[in-house]
């Protein structure tokens, strides 16, 4: 029963190990700021709400493109523990290009992005 034991707790630390190394979904590791909205083969859309001041944890996303809903200002730290600031608009729109990071709202109210996830097609 001991070896059966070890040999789960083995697998299991293998599973974190590799799942850490190979990022994290955010709608998986952050379900309380990361929402599926729809979901096909090419394309994941995501809503994504934020309280004041409120931070995730480290995770990935792939390539995409992002709608901000609400005027804000946010902070993203990459996995070196570099950060950056940046303000953003309602309205404001742009390409993503795959990122992992751990976000931070620095404003003082409710921030809300829609972000749509591109899938690989393996087709050009």
Not at 25 to 48: C, G, M, S, W
């Amino acid at each position: 029963m001991r070896k059966y034991i070890s040999l789960l707790l083995a697998a299991v630390a293998v599973l974190l190990m590799s799942s850490v190394a190979n990022g994290q979904d955010a709608t998986v590791v952050d379900p309380d700021h990361y929402k599926v909205e729809f979901e096909n083969d090419q394309i994941r859309v995501l809503r994504i709400t934020y309280g004041p001041h409120e931070t995730s944890v480290l995770h990935e996303h792939p390539n995409g493109y992002s709608v901000i809903l609400t005027d804000g200002k946010w902070k993203m730290t990459n996995p070196e523990g570099e950060s950056e600031e940046n303000e953003v608009s309602a309205g404001d729109s742009g390409w993503r290009p795959a990122e992992t990071h751990l976000p931070e709202n620095l404003s003082d109210h409710p921030a809300e992005v829609v972000l749509v996830e591109l899938k690989a097609s393996g087709k050009d």
